[in-house]
């Protein structure tokens, strides 16, 4: 009977000690491969505060050699405490990298130039662990080893892309896994986010074949939501800040009917010349100048040399119709992104060349895929209500200078939802100031 217990008790030893060797392997191994992505030196950045951030590629789909790049900062104090935040930039095409991390909301700004960065007192690191993916492949540093993935783009592969690169860099990153997740962006933003959530709440209820995601909720700012309201928004926006004239506002609110997914060749003419007014101004915000700066990206750059009277030709003009979204208050940050991740140095130490023969030509936004890009959802608010009912919490912010996804269209969203008033509309301060009604 001792023999039996003596036993017994060695095979659980062995039992535990092979389990606490693979998990020491393990973890040693996950240990190795995310601090392999730290970022040591890069060019330009201040030496105070210090700054604990990582970047590198996340494999998506290895048949196809599809790979995401990511740039992830660490809170600036507690980051174990701290959630996990993901930002999506919208375009479709547009570097998260290139706006939401050094113009917006990071703790690393671009400087004039691209001569270096600067700290962010603003950051939004200083709450939750930051996590900027350039998103869909093709944009930035992301990039796919079958060139006709860049032709079927459309949200649903967006979201599926997204999903496995969260779940794979959790994988890198597993200290993350079980800490509480909120995905944020903004402009297009507004269609890949409730979407990313909406897939991940769905297979979060299938344990057996996914991993659970920690997901809380989300972020959104001048989102791209429905295309009725949005539009109905943009065309009452211009009129009512005297961007457009009435005859402009009567013409195009004759011949458009948003309800419509696809235009007429008539109120792409009408909307067409609404769009024309904005090139003199930024329409991202319309109260700053327009950046006068040559721009790889520019709409105006992007290789059409007909100019915008041709594009009434074609049935559906999405060139104009989905022009850049993007956020930022400089209308040259974009330049001065540009500028800054175009150099060698900079590059390398961002281990964005590991995976690459040459140097990349990065582009804050790349227009192809604008251009092919397969606009197939015309709303997402239904997805809003699934998660409100799903016990999600959303939080809707609007700047009002933005005139690509103005407030009024959101508010035109939100009050589609038919949620019941908790709180009336009240002034906002800070600092004894009043920042909007």
């Known amino acids: 009977m001792n023999m039996k217990m003596n ?10 000690f092979l389990l606490s060797t693979w998990f020491i392997k393990a973890s040693a191994i996950n240990l190795e491969t995310y601090e392999s992505d730290r970022i040591i030196d890069l060019p330009g950045q201040p030496s105070s505060p210090s700054v604990s951030h ?22 600036q104090s507690e980051p174990s405490k701290k959630p996990l935040l993901l930002w999506l930039n919208g375009g479709p095409g547009c570097s998260s990298v290139g706006y939401g991390a050094v113009v917006e909301i990071g703790p690393l700004i671009v400087n004039k130039n691209g001569e270096g960065l600067h700290f962010n007192t603003y950051s939004w690191n200083q709450e939750a662990n930051l996590l900027f993916v350039e998103s869909p492949v093709g944009v930035g540093f992301s990039y796919t080893n079958t060139s006709s993935d860049l032709t079927i783009l459309e949200d ?4 599926k892309d997204a999903y496995n690169f969260l779940v794979n860099w959790l994988q890198r990153f597993p200290q993350f896994k079980s800490r509480d997740f909120f995905i944020s962006g ?15 709440f769905d297979r979060n209820k299938d344990g057996s074949k996914y991993p659970f995601i920690n997901l809380k909720g989300f972020i959104v700012r001048n989102p791209k939501t429905d295309d009725y309201y949005d539009y109905k928004g943009l065309l009452e926006y211009a009129w009512s800040h005297a961007v457009i004239s009435d005859q ?11 309800k419509q997914f696809e235009w007429s060749n008539e109120c792409n003419k009408a909307m067409n010349e609404v769009f024309q007014d904005y090139l003199e101004i930024d329409i991202y915000n319309i109260y700053a100048p327009a950046c006068l700066l040559n721009s790889t990206s520019s709409i105006a750059d992007d290789g059409d040399s007909n100019g915008p009277e041709s594009l009434t030709k074609e049935r559906n003009d999405y060139r104009l119709k989905r022009m850049r979204i993007f956020g930022g208050y400089d209308p040259c940050y974009s330049n001065y992104a540009e500028e800054y991740f175009n150099r060698k140095d900079v590059q390398s130490s961002f281990h964005a060349d590991t995976k690459r023969d040459t140097n990349v030509a990065w582009k804050v936004c790349n227009n192809s895929i604008l251009r092919t890009y397969n606009f197939s959802v015309f709303s997402v608010l239904p997805v809003y209500t699934k998660l409100i009912k799903g016990g999600l919490k959303i939080w809707i912010y609007s700047g009002d200078a933005d005139g690509r996804i103005p ?27 009043v920042y909007a009604p």
């Not at 990582?54 to 809170?75: D, K, M, P, Q």
């Not at 507004?190 to 897939?199: F, K, R, S, T, V």
């Not at 402009?248 to 948003?258: E, G, N």
């Open 7 to 16: 036993v017994i008790l060695c095979l659980q030893f062995l039992c535990f």
């Open 54 to 75: 990582f970047s590198g590629y996340i494999t998506v789909n290895e048949n196809h050699g599809r790979e995401l790049f990511y740039w992830f900062f660490e809170a």
């Open 156 to 159: 649903n592969f967006v979201a």
């Open 186 to 200: 903004e402009s297009y933003g507004g269609h890949y986010i409730p979407q990313l959530a909406e897939l991940i």
């Open 248 to 258: 402009q506002y009567d013409k195009a609110k004759q011949l458009c009917d948003f």
């Open 407 to 433: 407030v009024i269209g959101t508010r035109y969203c939100v009050e589609a939802l038919g949620l019941p008033l908790k709180s009336r509309w009240r002034t906002w301060y800070h600092d004894n100031q």
